[in-house]
């Protein structure tokens, strides 16, 4: 399962929403990855690059509102990545949370799982379908439904895995190759968020964090290259 955050598909270096370039990249990655190793590949798109229900229950707004606002975001991020998974020559089939007939199949979980034996890119949508969770624990909780091996987060801040403390404030923070759940929760390193670790370490998830940006790395965390950190 991997977990992109819709902020991973905007460009550093414009304000585009979706950048083509950087979802063509990433896209072409994924694919080839499921062709050359052939594994099967989940990914949990987020929709940070458009809305976060917390910015309008900030300004006033009703938050659950605000929320599907944001679970809407993840759909035109997944239409984005799938069309992108598929001019790179990979089958994929969006699956949303939240029933969209005209435009992508609703999610089941048997279906989920037959695409992906299939040889199919599964393309999580809106989340979980409910306000009050972000995409990270609609991630762990699809992980463990479909029976995935480990979670890959892929990072875009330029934060290449778990730190002591922010690398990007802290020059001497050091990176952990390996870290336990309990470790992450006591001293509430921000991996994903709360409720997902626990879901993650209640379950026994493994999460992989590592650098999306940098390229090769999608194959290098499928492939298990010591990449990132590894939370479990
Ligand atoms: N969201 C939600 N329920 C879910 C998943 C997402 O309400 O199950 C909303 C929430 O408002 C969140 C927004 O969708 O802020 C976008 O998702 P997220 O913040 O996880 O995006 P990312 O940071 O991964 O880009």
């Given amino acids: 399962m991997l977990k992109l955050s819709g902020e991973a598909l905007a460009s550093a270096s414009s304000d585009e929403t979706i950048d083509a370039g950087t979802v063509t990249r990433i896209a072409a990655e994924v694919a080839d990855s499921c062709e050359e190793l052939g594994v099967q590949l989940a990914i949990m798109i987020g929709g940070g690059n458009i809305w976060r229900g917390t910015t309008g229950a900030g300004e006033g707004m009703d938050r659950a509102t605000s929320d599907t606002m944001g679970m809407l975001g993840t759909v035109i991020n997944a239409l984005a990545l799938q069309d992108a998974i ?72 330029g934060v290449d895995g778990v730190y002591s403390a922010d690398p990007r404030t802290y020059l001497d923070a050091t990176r952990f190759d390996e870290i336990g759940f309990d470790e992450v929760i006591a001293r509430d390193l921000r991996v994903m968020d709360m409720t997902a670790i626990t879901f993650c370490k209640d379950n026994h998830l493994p999460i992989l964090v590592f650098d999306l940006m940098k390229p090769g790395n999608i194959r290098g965390a499928l492939t298990g290259e010591p990449i990132g950190t590894l939370v479990r």
């Fill in 86 to 157: 598929e001019r790179a020559g990979r089958p994929t089939r969006v699956l949303s949370a939240i029933t969209m007939a005209e435009v992508c199949e609703p999610y089941i979980r048997r279906r989920a799982i037959r695409h992906l034996e299939k040889g199919r890119v599964v393309i999580f949508a809106a989340g979980m379908g409910n306000p009050y969770f972000t995409t990270d624990t609609p991630a762990a909780l699809r992980a463990a439904e479909i029976e995935a091996g480990v979670i890959l987060k892929g990072t875009h801040s």
